[in-house]
């Protein structure tokens, strides 16, 4: 699996999965324990508001990192696969359309299991941590988002924050050792590339 074209795609992976892995661990270990140590309801939730609004409102940075993850992790994987199991015919290599430019111009290098293995591992566990963010961290984020503190109670207040603290601190939990894996997965393969 060494290609010049796996092997690009597998930096840029590398590297974005590792970036977006620092921002979720960042919310983990700083952020949430900062804002848990605001006793007032309405001032965590306002906290969150705040922060979350900057990244909802498109910080170009994040979104370039976050995206541009969700195109090469799939990216690497497609080409990283087709390397491992090209379809020869009458000489010409046959792929799926969208790799079969990028594999046809890269040496095909036959793997042994390991890489293949290392490579359905540490994507799937990126995707498990995207359908996390987008089933459970996004929702509730936006539910954060259209709360309107002039118009609720105390208790209202507190119930909301009850309702989204500690799933989403559990979710981003999950989200965080699921991309702890997958960069840690990425970083070997690149490493042995």
């Not at 910080?59 to 992790?73: I, N, R, Y």
């Not at 909301?160 to 989200?175: G, V």
């Amino acid at each position: 699996m060494t290609s010049s074209t796996f092997q690009i795609l597998l930096l840029l992976s590398s590297f974005l999965n590792v970036l977006i892995l620092g921002i979720v661990l960042v919310f983990a270990v700083v952020i949430m324990p900062g804002f848990a140590t605001l006793h007032n309801d309405a001032s965590f939730l306002q906290a969150f508001q705040a922060v979350d609004g900057i990244i909802q409102r498109g910080a170009p940075v994040f979104k370039a990192v976050w995206l541009g993850s969700m195109v090469t992790v799939p990216a690497t994987f497609a080409v990283g696969m087709a390397q491992q199991n090209p379809v020869a015919v009458n000489g010409d290599l046959e792929a799926a359309p969208l790799v079969a430019g990028m594999v046809r111009s890269s040496a095909v290098v036959r793997c042994g299991g390991w890489e293949t293995a290392a490579l359905v591992a540490g994507t799937t566990a990126f995707v498990l941590g995207q359908v996390v963010t987008l089933t459970l961290n996004i929702p509730l984020n936006n539910r954060v988002q259209t709360l309107d503190f002039k118009a609720l109670s105390a208790s209202e207040i507190a119930t909301e924050r009850a309702r989204f603290e500690k799933p989403w601190c559990r979710a981003n939990n999950i989200r965080t050792s699921l991309w702890t894996f997958s960069s840690l997965v990425f970083l070997e393969l690149l490493r042995r590339a």
